[in-house]
């Protein structure tokens, strides 16, 4: 069964760095497109970004296009997300989660299309001085 763990999450002032790690368990990231979603107080989940299986296609979302990386580590298992020059609108709870596409070249920022069924616990980042 696929588990995902994220981690790396915490308090950072404006204009900070931090990087999110989502551990895969059960199987391998070849089978499996990786997405980062994000949810803050009263507002709906938000894509923040994705990569593909096959580690080939990644996507931003516009709010952090340009500040933000999505990396992965085939032999950790793992998931990275670098978000740099943090703004207090990047408060929010973060998942990691997972689709079931193997060896795919594409991957979605849409959370309804039924795709991610596996999800992680959610880790909480706060941008505040």
């Known amino acids: 069964q696929l588990q995902l763990m994220e981690s790396g999450g915490g308090l950072v002032q404006p204009g900070g760095s931090l990087r999110l790690s989502c551990a895969v368990s059960?199987?391998?990231?070849?089978?499996?497109?990786i997405a980062w979603f994000r949810q803050a107080p009263g507002k709906e989940h938000e894509g923040v970004s994705c990569?593909?299986?096959?580690?080939?296609?990644?996507n931003y979302a516009d709010s952090v296009k340009g500040r933000s990386t999505i990396s992965r580590d085939t032999v950790k298992n793992t998931v990275y997300l670098q978000l740099n020059s943090l703004k207090p609108e990047d408060t929010a709870v973060y998942y990691c989660?997972?689709?079931?596409?193997?060896?795919?070249?594409?991957?979605?920022?849409?959370?309804?299309?039924?795709?991610?069924?596996?999800w992680g616990q959610g880790i909480q980042v706060t941008v505040s001085s």
């Open positions: 990569i593909s299986s096959s580690g080939l296609s990644r």
């Open positions: 059960g199987s391998t990231l070849d089978y499996y497109g």
């Open positions: 989660a997972a689709a079931w596409e193997p060896y795919s070249d594409i991957c979605t920022l849409v959370r309804d299309d039924g795709s991610y069924n596996f």
